[in-house]
């Protein structure tokens, strides 16, 4: 497969619905190849958000389990979401419903470089990954913070598992981020937070004027899937 970047005439608006339409491909030789009439919608989403999926919470699709594996065993998992937002930070509604998951992922900006710790809290079980780099397939296989009990909203240090390692990061790159939260039933949540590694965290809701906010839409932009062409042409030299 081949990557290419796309330059425009103009600046695009944000979430404004364009459609993309190849034509006029040749080969190496300068002949032309027929394709098929192919076009793509996309949007653009700058900084500033990310991308919010809700799978269930609904009668038609409402399933059980406080674990993330019942989120990611479930078939409408990950490819057929109730919903899609994109919230401004990395913090989904408290009290949303019952009997759903969530998935939460986007790039993340580094504000600084060096060594980070994230944290994740939520209601039910949760899980949080962070990439190598910015490609989705590099995720670990393993959650670098998580719990699989219940957390009250912002409540980063009810368990050790919440917090992860320490993770080197370059404020030059981007890095592809996942957020993961199964809910069962009773009250619901889901946050996660980066900071400097050695920063003592305090549960922000216990603390007056809060010093440990969630991830801001600054440090975030939405992860969208990739348009792919799957029918290549064929050179005619």
């Known amino acids: 497969g081949m990557s290419v970047t796309l330059s425009t005439g103009a600046a695009l608006v944000t979430a404004t619905p364009y459609t993309l339409t190849v034509a ?6 300068g002949s032309a190849i027929p394709l098929p009439g192919i076009s793509m919608p996309f949007q653009y989403f700058p900084k500033g958000s990310l ?3 809700v799978y269930g919470g609904t009668v038609a699709v409402n399933f059980t389990g406080a674990q993330v594996s ?3 065993s479930h078939p409408t998992y990950p490819n057929d979401p109730t919903s899609a937002t994109f919230p401004t930070s990395f913090e989904a509604p408290t009290s949303f419903g019952d009997n759903y998951g969530t998935r939460m992922q986007g ?3 580094p504000p600084s470089t060096g060594n980070f710790e994230l944290y ?3 209601d039910d079980g949760t899980s949080l990954f962070l990439s190598s780099d910015d490609n989705p397939a590099n995720l670990p296989a393993t959650a670098q913070a998580l719990h699989g009990s219940y957390t009250n909203p912002r409540e ?3 368990f050790p598992s919440q917090k992860s390692a320490p993770i080197a990061l370059d404020s030059t790159r981007r890095y592809f981020i996942r957020g ?3 809910d069962q039933t009773g009250g619901d949540n889901f946050a996660a937070l980066a900071v400097t590694a050695g920063t003592v965290v305090a549960n922000s809701q216990t603390t007056p004027n809060p010093p440990f906010p969630v991830i ?4 975030l932009s939405p992860y969208i899937e990739p348009v792919r062409i799957t029918v290549q042409p064929t050179g005619k030299t």
Request: no cysteine; glycine share 10%.
């Open 24 to 29: 006029g491909v040749s080969d190496a030789a």
């Open 51 to 53: 991308t919010r999926e």
């Open 70 to 72: 019942n989120l990611t």
């Open 107 to 109: 790039y993340f900006y």
């Open 120 to 122: 994740v809290a939520g």
């Open 156 to 158: 980063w240090t009810k």
């Open 180 to 182: 993961l939260q199964k």
């Open 216 to 219: 801001p839409g600054a440090w």
